[in-house]
Every structure is written in C-alpha cells, then in structure tokens.
C-alpha cells in the first residue's frame, strides 16, 4: 500500500561512530515524521517536518537531527551514538485523511549501539 | 502533552474467544484513529473514528467511539492468530499524534 522505505533494516555500530538513518517516499506526502520505539513500548515522536526546509522536535527528547531538502527525503542523523540510542527507529509520512494525518510506516531501522 | 492510556497491557487468549482493548484520555478528542503492529512489523492503519458514538465494522473488528469522546474500543469477535499483534490508539493534533501506550493480544490454537 505506502511507498515509504527505510535503510538499513539492521545497524550495528560502535560507540562515538556517526551514523545516517535513511527515510524515502514516492507518494509525495508532505509531511514526515521520525518515531523512537523501544520493545513492546510504545512510540515516541522524535522530528517532524511539515515540508521541504522545515522540520521540528517532536515530544521525546533527542540528540539527532534531522533535515528536510527534498519532500521525498527525510533522513534522521547521530554525530555520536552511544548504547542509550539503541532502539528501533520508524520513519512514517502522512495523508491528510478528514480532519487529521494517517500515517504510512516504513518497516524501521533496528539500531543497536555496542 | 496528551496522554492516553489503554487497557489492558497484555492479553492472551485462545483461539475463537472474543478481545476488546480499551483507549481512555483525560481530554476530550477531536478524534481517533486504531493503528496495529505485527510482532517484528510497523504499525499499520486500521480506522479513524471522528463522530461521539461511532461505531464502525471491519470485518470482525468493531471500533467505537466513546459519547464524550474522550475513550474508543476495538473489539475482535472469534479470535484468529492472525490477529496477534500490538494494537495502538492515536490520537492529537495534526502535527503531533500520540500514540497510546498499546495492548499487546497474544492467541494460541
């Protein structure tokens, strides 16, 4: 159903590497949104953008960044992991579905720090 | 921010038993929508709900939105393993939307 795809599926890396978490889509949704989710928990909005050259924090506190260039491209950035990043990372984007957003999941990024 | 906390955590049940999960805020919600996640899997969209008392089928799901809108249900008549799984409300504002804490059903033959 939704053209939306995340690189890599799998990362593990070593501490204090930087490391880009890659989000795309083909519908041409304008807003995109990055969620943390740790196992069997819930997900927290970390970014959102509303557009090309905009983005925001979402409610849980991050130490990514993230950029918007172009509307099909999101990707999610950490200068510097450490072990606390490890987590499984979800890029979605959205269609305005009445009065609010329906979201379209990538399949994730299961990263993990050592 | 807006909080919304679903009941219970965790289920388990045997194949063919009903399943309900329960969504509650504390504030009244513009609207709501149910979202399910497969083990390993992304969450994917069921429904949204917009209207106080809506009640919408899918199949053996029925989702229903509380008269003060500020709870929704999903229940699940006659259990199936497929439909094991974590099932999420969301609800919030256009930009934000919170996910709600989850009901994670485990069905067993």
């Known amino acids: 159903e939704a053209d939306i795809y995340q690189t890599p599926r799998y990362l593990v890396i070593g501490t204090g590497k930087k490391i880009t978490l890659e989000c795309s889509q083909t519908m041409g949704h304008d807003k995109m949104y990055w969620y943390q989710q740790d196992p069997g928990m819930e997900l927290h909005l970390i970014h959102y953008?509303?557009?090309?050259?905009?983005?925001e924090k979402g409610d849980l506190s991050s130490e990514s960044t993230v950029s918007r260039i172009r509307t099909e491209h999101f990707p999610l950035t950490l200068e510097s992991a450490r072990p606390s990043h490890t987590s499984q990372y979800l890029c979605?984007?959205?269609?305005?579905?009445?009065?609010?957003?329906?979201?379209?999941f990538g399949s994730g990024t299961q990263l993990s720090v050592l | 921010g807006q909080q919304v906390m679903q009941i219970p955590q965790y289920q388990h049940v045997q194949e063919g038993e009903d399943f309900t999960t329960y969504c509650n805020s504390s504030?009244?919600?513009?609207?709501i929508q149910w979202y399910k996640q497969r083990p390993g899997g992304h969450p994917v969209f069921l429904i949204q709900l917009v209207k106080s008392g809506e009640v919408k089928k899918q199949k053996r799901l029925t989702f229903q939105f509380g008269e003060a809108k500020k709870n929704s249900s999903l229940h699940i008549t006659a259990t199936q393993t497929t439909d094991v799984g974590t099932y999420f409300c969301?609800?919030?504002?256009?930009?934000?939307?919170?996910f709600g804490t989850g009901t994670r059903l485990q069905v067993t033959l």
């Open positions: 504030t009244t919600l513009s609207n």
């Open positions: 953008s509303y557009g090309v050259n905009s983005t």
């Open positions: 969301v609800t919030g504002t256009a930009s934000k939307l919170t």
């Open positions: 979605a984007s959205s269609l305005r579905l009445g009065g609010d957003e329906k979201l379209f």
